[in-house]
């Protein structure tokens, strides 16, 4: 068998193996409001629930990181004149004391490192048996302020958010609504859905799908689309080309001052102009 043959069997597999991670519930789908990543709570546990708050001035904070696996975190931009953030935690268990012993370790983990707020979700703890654990944060960040998400197995909602984002998610589910932010970053095997969207977007996908609706802006979009074994979908009407395995679509919408750059791979990309 040549070379030729062999990677063509090679990418095969991995196509494979992606949609059934997909299918059997490795990555995370969203259903209704937000995003569920182990089953349903058994009604048999007893739940134990927390919540903690934290605040700080904006000023002097340039950029809000988070860190998160297996969380759900809402961010949103606004008015205020401080950084807050509300950690909800439940934890579910056979008996109430040991979902009230589980939820003992689950503590709102942020600090301010210089000019950054750093808000860290790590693992969670080691859950055996009926237990389970869910984490929510809602953060609430002044314009101006930029946001830098690293993200794994978890869900984020970003809306009104206008300072620059940095973005790297993987197996989560990422949307964002009326963002009027530069995004740079990358995701994998994730679901990114961008609505009203009027920014610069430089992104890497593989394996994954993004979800595009740019804002009708005067200013428009220089538009550029490399997908590799993927899909280019929408409303947005973009040149054409056909480089062996990779679809390769431009376009330049008004005046074409915002860049949408997206490189992806065994990805969907779906573009369109509200």
Do not use: C
Request: net charge negative; proline share 3%.
């Amino acid at each position: 068998m040549n070379s030729k043959r062999i990677t063509v069997l090679v990418l095969l597999i991995l196509t494979g193996i992606a949609f059934l991670e997909g299918w059997l519930g490795i990555i995370p789908r969203t259903g209704g409001k937000g995003i569920h990543f182990s089953p349903a709570w058994d009604p048999d546990l007893a739940q134990s629930k927390s919540t903690e708050r934290w605040s700080v001035p904006a000023e002097g904070v340039a950029e809000l990181a988070v860190e998160a696996d297996s969380a759900e975190i809402t961010i949103t931009g606004g008015a205020s004149e401080n950084v807050e953030i509300v950690a909800e935690f439940t934890a579910a268990g056979a008996t109430l004391a040991e979902a009230e012993e589980l939820l003992s370790k689950l503590k709102l983990d942020v600090a301010v490192e210089g000019q950054k707020v750093k808000l860290v979700a790590g693992p969670v703890p080691n859950v055996q048996g009926r237990t389970k654990v869910e984490r929510r944060y809602t953060v609430a960040v002044p314009e101006g302020i930029a946001v830098e998400l690293n993200i794994t197995h978890s869900s984020a909602e970003l809306a009104n958010v206008v300072g620059g984002v940095s973005l790297d998610a993987a197996y989560s589910a990422v949307q964002g609504k009326e963002l009027s932010s530069d995004i740079q970053g990358s995701v994998s095997f994730t679901s990114l859905n961008l609505t009203e969207f009027r920014g610069s977007l430089e992104l890497e996908a593989s394996y994954s799908t993004v979800g595009l609706d740019l804002v009708d802006d005067p200013a428009g979009y220089d538009v550029y689309v490399e997908a590799a074994f993927g899909a280019v979908e929408g409303g947005l009407a973009l040149e054409r080309q056909q480089e062996r395995n990779t679809l390769i679509a431009r376009g330049v919408v008004h005046r074409g001052e915002l860049p949408i750059q997206i490189l992806s791979r065994f990805s969907t990309v779906k573009l369109n102009l509200k």
